[in-house]
Nanobody, 122 residues
């Protein structure tokens, strides 16, 4: 059984930083791509960032490019999302996901975490 557990969310002022973590278990972590998505109230879930199994390729939504960085530590079975220069519009529940590839479409991921709330105050 695959389990993804996010942590690191919280309340931060605009311009601040947070680092999200997602610990994975249940299958060989280094065989799979990982992604971060977010969902704000009343909005659809949207892609934030993705990383290939090796970490050699990363992908970002235009809205976070240059501010967010996705990384992974295969020895620790963990993927991270470093979020800098946070804006109020980044407020959402953030989810990590695991799939065959580092895709931008939610349907391409097999497993999801429970989510962690990020709130950015103005």
């Amino acid at each position: 059984q695959v389990l993804l557990v996010e942590s690191g969310g919280g309340l931060v002022q605009a311009g601040g930083s947070l680092r999200l973590s997602c610990a994975a278990s249940g299958r060989t972590f280094s065989n799979y791509g990982m992604g971060w998505f977010r969902q704000a109230p009343g909005k659809e879930r949207e892609f934030v960032a993705g990383i290939s199994w090796s970490g050699g390729s990363t992908y970002y939504a235009d809205s976070v490019k240059g501010r967010f960085t996705i990384s992974r530590d295969n020895a620790k079975n963990t993927v991270y999302l470093q979020m800098n220069s946070l804006k109020p519009e980044d407020t959402a529940v953030y989810y990590c996901a695991q799939g065959r590839y580092a895709a931008a479409m939610a349907r391409d991921y097999d497993y999801w975490g429970q989510g962690t709330q990020v709130t950015v105050s103005s």
